[in-house]
């Protein structure tokens, strides 16, 4: 039987998307006549990528338009196979899907979302995997809640605007037509793990990069307590201190309160819902990567992940990994249980050249791997 190489990059972020990064990595290791069986199996971490990583995997693309992050209507695809979806935050209200110039902080919406998991659930899943990560919105994952059926009032019981401003007016959460999704089991992949409130929470760590100024800050805060009390009041439970309640703007706190979940890390999860141990039996190498290996790498991300898997598999599988840029020692990546990582800036130094051909230079880094660990 023939030795088998798997090749599990994540996005090289701003470049290539992780199917062509695995493509190129294939097509590196074919030119340098590497005999062995190549497997392609893009990851990603949760966030941007994920449904593209479990369509790659076999599971179906479902796109469906929904309302996007300021109310008008965007296409965003989930991933649906043997009762199990795939879903992204970021498909519906990613900070992405807005120009630079037209960001709303605080009155961005997480509905689409919630639309979403609805689309899923009728068309049978029974499990779904909720991608937290670059969403545009800090409302709490009210708009999800919204989507649900729930209606959000006033002291006047006028019905409430969409975002996280309008969250410091809640006086009254009506749930009485909120769509009954207990028999559905719900997992958030996340790799952060903020509270919903206070210094390391939604607002104050995230929503400046949203375009939130400082008073905006503030007065997210204000609407996302608000939010956490009443919300908690309604359900009988606490969730504002779970960590990641905080992640993508609150969604996660109200995935935990509304929808039962459970969070787990991104990659890990990604990786066990695409068979990823099963996939290493035989395996004599694993390629991985992504754009930037850094400090932040050794905090769940992709990479990390895969090498921790391929290191838990038995027997274990060494792993190597390329990136644009890799800014971490030799003794870090061992510790992380990467043998050896390969850089485009090795090859090409300026970084915008190397982001312009990132394609030929993974390449020309599979030749490299292919001399150094196949021959």
């Given at each position: 039987?023939?030795?088998?190489?798997?090749?599990?990059?994540?996005?090289?972020?701003?470049?290539?998307?992780?199917?062509?990064?695995?493509?190129?990595?294939?097509?590196?290791?074919?030119?340098?006549?590497?005999?062995?069986?190549?497997?392609?199996?893009?990851?990603?971490?949760?966030?941007?990528?994920?449904?593209?990583?479990?369509?790659?995997?076999?599971?179906?693309?479902v796109a469906m338009g929904v309302r996007g992050p300021v109310g008008r209507p965007v296409t965003a695809s989930f991933a649906l196979a043997d009762g199990t979806a795939?879903?992204?935050?970021?498909?519906?209200?990613?900070?992405?899907?807005?120009?630079?110039?037209?960001?709303?902080?605080?009155?961005?919406?997480?509905?689409?979302?919630?639309?979403?998991?609805?689309?899923?659930?009728?068309?049978?899943?029974?499990?779904?995997?909720?991608?937290?990560?670059?969403?545009?919105?800090?409302?709490?994952?009210?708009?999800?809640?919204?989507?649900?059926?729930?209606?959000?009032?006033?002291?006047?019981?006028?019905?409430?605007?969409?975002?996280?401003?309008?969250?410091?007016?809640?006086?009254?959460?009506?749930?009485?037509?909120l769509r009954d999704l207990s028999g559905v089991e719900f997992l958030v992949a996340s790799d952060v793990d903020n509270p919903l409130l206070g210094p390391s929470g939604?607002?104050?760590?995230?929503?400046?990069?949203?375009?939130?100024?400082?008073?905006?800050?503030?007065?997210?805060?204000?609407?996302?307590?608000?939010?956490?009390?009443?919300?908690?009041?309604?359900?009988?439970?606490?969730?504002?201190?779970?960590?990641?309640?905080?992640?993508?703007?609150?969604?996660?706190?109200?995935?935990?309160?509304?929808?039962?979940?459970?969070?787990?890390?991104?990659?890990?999860?990604?990786?066990?819902?695409?068979?990823?141990?099963?996939?290493?039996?035989?395996?004599?190498?694993?390629?991985?990567?992504?754009?930037?290996?850094?400090?932040?790498?050794?905090?769940?991300?992709?990479?990390?992940?895969?090498?921790?898997?391929?290191?838990?598999?038995?027997?274990?599988?060494?792993?190597?990994?390329?990136?644009?840029?890799?800014?971490?020692?030799?003794?870090?990546?061992?510790?992380?249980?990467?043998a050896a990582a390969y850089a485009l800036t090795d090859i090409e130094p300026d970084v915008s050249r190397c982001i312009a051909n990132a394609g030929p230079l993974v390449?020309?880094?599979?030749?490299?791997?292919?001399?150094?660990?196949?021959?």
């Amino acid at each position: 039987m023939a030795e088998r190489v798997l090749v599990a990059p994540d996005k090289f972020k701003g470049s290539l998307p992780a199917a062509e990064v695995a493509a190129r990595l294939a097509a590196g290791l074919s030119r340098a006549g590497v005999g062995a069986d190549v497997v392609s199996l893009p990851v990603a971490d949760g966030g941007d990528g994920t449904v593209d990583a479990a369509v790659s995997a076999g599971y179906r693309r479902v796109a469906m338009g929904v309302r996007g992050p300021v109310g008008r209507p965007v296409t965003a695809s989930f991933a649906l196979a043997d009762g199990t979806a795939v879903i992204e935050a970021a498909q519906a209200c990613g900070l992405s899907l807005l120009a630079p110039d037209s960001l709303a902080p605080l009155t961005a919406t997480s509905k689409g979302v919630g639309e979403l998991i609805l689309a899923a659930t009728r068309m049978g899943a029974k499990r779904v995997m909720l991608g937290l990560g670059g969403v545009a919105t800090t409302d709490g994952g009210a708009g999800l809640v919204q989507a649900l059926g729930a209606r959000f009032t006033d002291a006047a019981g006028l019905e409430l605007p969409p975002g996280g401003a309008a969250l410091a007016r809640l006086a009254a959460l009506h749930l009485d037509r909120l769509r009954d999704l207990s028999g559905v089991e719900f997992l958030v992949a996340s790799d952060v793990d903020n509270p919903l409130l206070g210094p390391s929470g939604a607002a104050r760590v995230y929503a400046p990069q949203k375009g939130a100024s400082p008073e905006d800050v503030e007065l997210l805060e204000a609407g996302l307590e608000r939010w956490a009390d009443i919300a908690e009041a309604a359900c009988g439970q606490i969730a504002r201190d779970v960590p990641g309640a905080g992640a993508a703007g609150g969604l996660g706190f109200a995935a935990l309160l509304f929808l039962g979940a459970r969070m787990r890390p991104g990659i890990e999860l990604l990786l066990e819902m695409l068979s990823f141990g099963q996939r290493l039996d035989g395996a004599r190498l694993v390629i991985t990567g992504e754009g930037s290996l850094d400090a932040q790498s050794l905090h769940g991300k992709a990479p990390v992940g895969v090498a921790r898997a391929a290191a838990g598999h038995d027997p274990a599988v060494p792993v190597v990994a390329v990136a644009g840029v890799c800014t971490l020692s030799a003794a870090q990546l061992r510790e992380a249980g990467i043998a050896a990582a390969y850089a485009l800036t090795d090859i090409e130094p300026d970084v915008s050249r190397c982001i312009a051909n990132a394609g030929p230079l993974v390449e020309r880094l599979a030749e490299r791997i292919a001399d150094d660990w196949l021959r």
